[in-house]
């Protein structure tokens, strides 16, 4: 019996969204292509540390909201407990918002919801080359963070991947009941964070905080 050709043998793809019916779609997308195949399916964070592990992957597709869980949190896990696991985010969050900070925390590309099965399939093989995958305007706004980091450090880029995802919120006017209520937590767990910001940023009030979140948006578009 003769051994598998590494160099033709298919690419083994885990998939990691919450929804049945994206990861089905997923599945018959990468499943169309002669070289890659889906080796596992996941839901949320701990199935698919596991299958990380059972399964062999060359590369972890994941979105980047797993119900009340962080996908950038299972892409900081994977880094850590899987070193050299590739992997890719596919989400509708506004790239620019998060794709810089899915990229340093160990990700290999970010890829919208919204893009062809084409482009999807392009940013798969790569990241399985070894490449980064982003899009234009992406790469734009990181090269403008390490020019604006040379001549001093934006106090947003301080913000914890939570506290960045609250100050989201509150630049989209979201309560603090309905921050909590989308990210799972409590409304003193929010407070709590609302006022790390505040300190941060160097902002004294409510208001002051509101301002900025609204113009850091306003920034990113």
Not at 23 to 44: F, K, M, P, T, Y
């Amino acid at each position: 019996m003769s051994a598998t050709n590494p160099k033709t043998a298919k690419k083994r793809i885990l998939i990691v969204d919450d929804h049945p019916f994206v990861r089905q779609g997923l599945r018959g997308c990468i499943e169309c292509e002669a070289d890659l195949s889906v080796c596992g399916e996941a839901a949320g964070r701990a199935e698919a540390l596991q299958l990380c592990s059972s399964a062999d992957p060359h590369l972890v597709l994941i979105d980047l909201s797993l119900g009340g869980e962080s996908g950038l949190d299972l892409v900081k896990d994977v880094a850590v407990q899987f070193p050299g696991l590739k992997m890719l985010v596919l989400s509708m969050q506004d790239e620019l918002l998060y794709a810089e900070r899915v990229l340093r925390a160990g990700a290999g590309g970010y890829v919208g919801k919204s893009a062809p099965p084409n482009q999807l399939v392009e940013a798969i093989r790569c990241v399985l080359d070894g490449g980064v995958y982003a899009s234009e305007a992406v790469k734009q706004k990181i090269m403008q963070t390490v020019r604006r980091n040379e001549t001093g450090c934006d106090p947003v880029t301080t913000l914890s991947d939570r506290e960045l995802a609250v100050f989201e919120q509150i630049g989209k006017g979201q309560s603090t009941a309905d921050i909590a209520e989308a990210m799972h937590l409590s409304v003193k767990t929010v407070e709590t964070y609302r006022a790390r910001i505040k300190a941060k940023l160097s902002l004294q009030t409510a208001t002051e905080l509101m301002q900025r979140a609204v113009q850091w948006l306003l920034d990113k578009k």
